[in-house]
């Protein structure tokens, strides 16, 4: 991490004096997380206690939103501050590229700042030999699946540990001996055990509950050890594992919660857990039969807001409230500029970003001028979204119309009311067609014409 010198003059420069301490950070992503699925937020069959014990002892936001309806691009934000149009990386494999030296992170601003950096779980923003890999990109410490295409493989032959790979001889052939959900709890857990000397800053990208992409078998044994402790509910089989992926997950928030208040760190840990985009029906799975959206229109891979509304609970003992339900808008590419205040930092290069602390401490979220998403392609399939104040506009493709929604009083998107207001569509028009700064490596094609027959 040699450029993270100079990063500590780019990035503290122009922060003379910092504060004495600052908290430890603990980011939780969930991977393809629907707003619905936590009993937080109305969730009737999936237990979740430990995450509920979380909302209960911090803050609960209902206007939060990922980067993208897809994992890859939505991590980008995250980790960059810069919204979907303006993102380094914009799509999954094998459309996607990799981040770049010149692209500062989080994780090095952080670093810049003190903090003893780790990533747990799914990277996805490179592969080892780019750029990209997550040592490259300011983490001390990294263990799980770099690549995107290896990391929905629950039971893969290997890992990555930093720059070394570490085989799973458990999972060789056709054993399943060594979950990576499991795997990746553990890393998590070692991590927090042996930051005690700094404060430490983890980036937990569990890959629960995403879909296997193993190939369906009778038992869907690929996904997940055991249904329990859905067991005996009279469920398809296919509903009964995802449920139990989300209660591990719990399970596993649950340790970590555990194990801050043994270690007496909790008062001075920042805990944020999230969703990296809505939840997806891959598989036989249905979003429906759990209502994994909530009230929400759309899922993942959609602009609509199910699409890339999500889940977001902050605790910090002392600074966010406790029990609190909060309206306030903001984003993901907001949390870069944010942990940046936090832990005394100065961001001097150009975010989309910006800091959304008030509204952590119990206050209203700076606004931005407007937000925004994109998602595909070909001209027929590119969809576009942007928020201004209540206001939400749709375009699913380049050559259709756009919808508009009230989204304060229709976050089901139901009542397009865009005839009603033309002066807004033609702001919104405006905005869809600026906000994305071109790459060649995202170009908008033409649809593929159909095959002679």
């Keep these: ?6 990063l500590l003059a780019f990035v503290l420069g122009a922060c003379p004096v910092l504060a004495a301490s600052h908290p430890n950070i603990i980011f939780i992503l969930a991977d393809d997380l629907g707003f619905g699925d936590l009993g937080c937020y109305g969730q009737k069959k999936i237990l979740t206690p430990n995450l509920d014990r979380l909302a209960a002892e911090g803050t609960r936001f209902t206007q939060v939103y990922a980067g993208s309806c897809v994992c890859a691009p939505s991590r980008c934000c995250l980790m960059t501050g810069m919204h979907n149009g303006h993102a380094r990386i914009r799509d999954n494999i094998p459309h996607g590229t990799f981040l770049k030296n010149e692209d500062i992170t989080l994780a090095e601003v ?7 950096t780790g990533s747990v779980g799914k990277w996805s923003l490179g592969i080892h030999g780019s750029e990209g890999k997550p040592n490259d990109q300011g983490f001390d410490d990294f263990y799980g699946h770099v690549d995107q295409d290896q990391a929905h493989f629950y039971y893969p032959d290997h890992l990555w540990d930093n720059d070394r790979v570490v085989l799973l001889p458990g999972n060789r052939g056709e054993k399943k001996q060594q979950y990576t959900a499991d795997l990746f709890a553990e890393r998590a857990l070692k991590f927090i055990r042996d930051s ?8 937990y990208a569990s890959t629960l509950p995403h879909w296997s992409d193993y190939p369906l078998k009778s038992d869907e044994s690929q996904i997940v050890p055991s249904d329990a402790p859905y067991t005996d509910r009279d469920w398809p089989q296919v509903e009964k594992n995802y449920a139990a992926m989300v209660t591990m997950l719990d399970r596993d928030v649950g340790r970590l919660m555990d194990l801050l208040d043994e270690s007496g760190l909790a008062n001075d840990t920042l805990i944020f857990f999230s969703s990296d985009n809505g939840p997806s029906a891959e598989a036989k799975h249905k979003p429906a039969f759990f209502g994994s959206a909530g009230a929400l229109r759309g899922v993942k891979r959609d602009v609509y807001e199910g699409g890339i509304r999500v889940p977001m609970l902050v605790r910090w003992p002392g600074h966010v409230p406790a029990g609190k339900v909060s309206d306030e808008v903001w984003t993901h590419w907001d949390v870069m500029p944010t942990l940046a205040e936090i832990a005394g930092a100065k961001i001097t290069h150009a975010i989309d970003g910006r800091s959304i602390l008030p509204a952590l401490l119990g206050g209203a979220a700076p606004q931005h001028e407007y937000l925004y998403w994109d998602y595909g392609h070909s001209r027929s399939q590119y969809k576009q979204a942007a928020r201004v104040g209540d206001w939400k506009a749709v375009r699913n493709g ?7 929604y ?19 569509v033609a702001r919104m028009k405006e905005i869809l067609a600026t906000a994305s700064t071109p790459d060649p490596a995202y170009p908008i094609t033409e649809p593929k014409a159909p095959k002679k027959k």
């Design 1 to 6: 991490m040699t450029r993270l010198t100079l």
């Design 110 to 116: 952080l670093y810049a700042a003190g903090y003893r």
């Design 196 to 203: 005690a000397e700094q404060p430490f800053f983890l980036f």
């Design 398 to 404: 380049t050559d259709q119309p756009i919808e508009l």
């Design 406 to 424: 009230d989204v304060k009083y229709d976050s089901s998107e139901t009542q397009d009311v865009a005839a009603q207001h033309p002066e807004i």
